[in-house]
């Protein structure tokens, strides 16, 4: 089945205590990207990547950390997490074949940080 | 950088009738604009999507409407029904890919 997966689904931490949240997706697409979903501001953008190796910033980069070093893999990385971090992220991807765009989102994680 | 508005961020409609929800944009250069569902608990969903060479798109009961030189687009939903309550963002960015602005939503309600 065709599906972009995240992990942890739920997590409740503390500040400055480093995390990874991965991202991974088997339909072999070119782009990913991470949005955190906040109420009253919609979906924001945080890092996107074109490509392995490839990544640049998206709206809200700050605080946050990726890597792209497989095509299937995106993890997001918290060095030292703070509560204004807590949020609901999507990670989505798409393929790059000119003739569709559709992003698929992974089924979310919510982040608290205590 | 890109700023998307989104208006309004609630609508209630009767089942039956129609919903329009308008989105502006101001950087010039976005040609590419796609309308995600959210329903509770659950992730985004592409429902439609335009590109800047087309002005309108229709799939069943929804449509888009693209007004480049507005820089306004628009999601229109006929005939509404209950399953269509959820909340729906309206997107651009530039060449489909890079990086991507979102409305803040809008909280549709189909009254039965």
């Known amino acids: 089945e065709a599906q972009v997966t995240q992990n942890p689904r739920y997590l409740i931490t503390v500040t400055g205590k480093k995390l990874t949240v991965t991202c991974s997706q088997n339909?072999?697409?070119?782009?990913m990207s991470w949005y955190r979903q906040d109420p009253g501001l919609g979906l924001r953008q945080i890092y996107y990547s074109m490509n392995v190796e490839v990544t640049d910033k998206g709206d809200v980069p700050e605080g946050y950390k990726v890597s792209r070093k497989e095509k299937r893999n995106f993890p997001l990385i918290l060095e030292s997490p703070s509560p204004n971090q807590t949020s609901l992220y999507f990670c989505?991807?798409?393929?790059?074949?000119?003739?569709?765009?559709?992003?698929?989102f992974g089924p979310g994680t919510r982040l608290t940080v205590l | 950088g890109e700023n998307v508005e989104q208006h309004p961020s609630t609508l209630s409609v009767q089942e039956g009738d129609s919903a329009v929800i308008k989105c502006t944009y101001s950087?010039?250069?976005?040609?590419?604009f796609p309308w995600y569902k959210q329903e509770l608990g659950k992730r985004p969903q592409l429902i439609i999507d335009?590109?800047?060479?087309?002005g309108e798109k229709k799939d069943q009961r929804i449509a888009v409407t693209l007004n480049k030189t507005a820089k306004h687009f628009s999601l229109h939903i006929t005939e509404t029904q209950p399953e269509d309550s959820a909340v729906y963002f309206c997107a651009a960015s530039k060449g489909g890919y890079q990086k991507v602005t979102f409305g803040t939503g809008t909280k549709l309600q189909v009254i039965p």
């Open positions: 335009i590109r800047s060479n087309v």
């Open positions: 989505a991807s798409s393929l790059l074949d000119g003739s569709t765009d559709t992003q698929y």
């Open positions: 339909m072999n697409h070119e782009y």
């Open positions: 950087d010039s250069a976005s040609n590419y």
